[in-house]
């Protein structure tokens, strides 16, 4: 029984589980770990401290799916909607551009469901709070070092965590990756913005006409969304819920400064952009240090093999571009690497 290692229980992660599920299941034991205390990475979805069926979205909004890729990733598509983790998006959202032939669809539940429906499915072992922070070679094996716990022994180790974050690990990882490998992930980089979440008590009403829209003309607030309302959902007893986004020259302006201050300049812009808007019961201030690909690995080749026996892997949007299937087709190029040499 080989033992594989996902580092990373976001979309990319998560697809791995599943895809290798199908790969040689009863000779391979999955295991996962997340640094977070839950599953979803950018595809994160908060609950409301005081009612956890209200929820929001931090992170990823909907989902676009291009014609090419409709045909292309057809069965990760049809399994979703078959399964109500994906519905099409009806709701009106200003400022929304949209390429011809493209669907967008958002995830009743929260976007963090496409990530849990694929982890379950996957029967992988999933740890959170298991923060990778070394990685050796002993004895042809990867022995895998965390924050706090004993290291463990992987036969395989694939790593779909944001590039940045693979290059501040240690340990034998270091000088395994090239120095030609070095300088490409080091030419990988991210936007960085904030996302602020808002949640109300039942019955407090947000008379607003659209369930999302873009700002163009704010020096903070680039994205708001009524995120019940935009996912189509609503409940008497369920309070509703705002996710505003910022622009990303305000993320970077803001990125080392205290969450308290960034969340009351947000809330600061917000109230000009909607004047009246009631008193949320909560509200959550998350940074996104990695937000979306700007420049991916060039060639987008969807991985980066770091190391052959064993294997070590990379992969992520990092390879591809910030989206559901630019995570589905870097997973699909992980797992022809890992077949090719299982
Ligand atoms: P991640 O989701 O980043 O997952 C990596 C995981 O690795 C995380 O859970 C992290 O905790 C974990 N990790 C990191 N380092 C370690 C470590 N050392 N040890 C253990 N665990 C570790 N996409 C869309 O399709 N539509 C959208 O509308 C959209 N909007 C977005 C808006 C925002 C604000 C953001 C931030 C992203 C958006 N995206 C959108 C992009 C999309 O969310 C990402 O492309 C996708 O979620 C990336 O998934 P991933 O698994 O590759 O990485």
Redesign the pocket.
Known sequence: MSRVLI?????????CAHLLKRVRTNQLQIVV????RG??????TSRCPSNPSCTVD???????VTPDYATKHKSFHDELLARGILAPLTAPVEGMVMTEGSRNFVTPKG?SSI?KHFLKESGAAVFYE????QINLREGKWDVS?KSGSSEQFDVVLL???VP?IL??EGDIVNLINENQKQQLEAVSYSS?Y?LGLFYEAGTQLDVAWAARYITNNPCIRFISIDNKKRNIGSPDVGQSIVV?TSVPFGIEHLESEKEEVQKLILHQLESLMPGLPQPASVKCQK?R????TRPLAECPGQMTLHVKPLLLC????FT???????TE?ALLMMDVLEANL
Not at 130 to 133: D, E, I, L
Not at 315 to 318: A, L, P, Q, R, S
């Open positions: 580092v990373g229980a976001g979309l990319t992660g998560s697809l770990w997340d640094k977070a599953s979803g990475g950018r595809m994160s931090l992170g990823a909004q909907y989902i676009t976007v990530v298991h923060h990778v922070t965390r779909t965590i944001p974050q501040q690990l913005r996302a986004h996104w990695y937000s979306q690909v992969g992520g949007d990092g571009h910030s989206n559901f299937d630019g995570c870097s």
